[in-house]
């Protein structure tokens, strides 16, 4: 089971970090992915890291403002997002898969779990 938090409202040019947290498997034997949804739009991949070497990889549009990491001894990932922008607004999803790793990280197919999303808005 994975538990994402730690959206919530944000004005343009601020900062939120959001937190995924595993229970029930071993967070150490799984890649994490962060997705958003926002309204009318398809489930995107934003961010990965790997479980093998630690490895990130951002989607273009969030690449040098967004930061994952991970902490396997508190079995949570954290997605740190400086400089927003309000089309940053949307639901944001953590997701876990074990046989891929960051390979084609955007896939949605290849997750075995899924948060349940938490809500990011950017708006002054």
């Known amino acids: 089971q994975l538990q994402a938090s730690g959206g919530g409202l944000v004005q343009p040019g601020g900062s939120l970090r959001l937190s995924c947290a595993a229970s029930?498997?071993?967070?150490?034997?799984?890649?994490i992915g962060w997705f958003r949804q926002a309204p009318g739009k398809e489930r995107e991949g934003v961010s990965c890291?790997?479980?093998?070497?630690?490895?990130?990889y951002y989607a273009d549009s969030v690449k040098g403002r967004f930061t994952i990491s991970r902490d396997n001894a508190k079995s949570t990932v954290y997605l740190q997002m400086d400089s927003l922008k309000p089309e940053d607004t949307a639901v944001y999803y953590c997701a876990a898969n074990r046989y891929y790793d960051c390979t084609g990280y955007k896939s949605l197919w290849r997750y075995d779990y899924w948060g349940q999303g938490t809500l990011v808005t950017v708006s002054s």
């Open positions: 029930g498997f071993t967070l150490d034997d799984y890649a």
């Open positions: 890291i790997s479980s093998s070497d630690g490895s990130t």
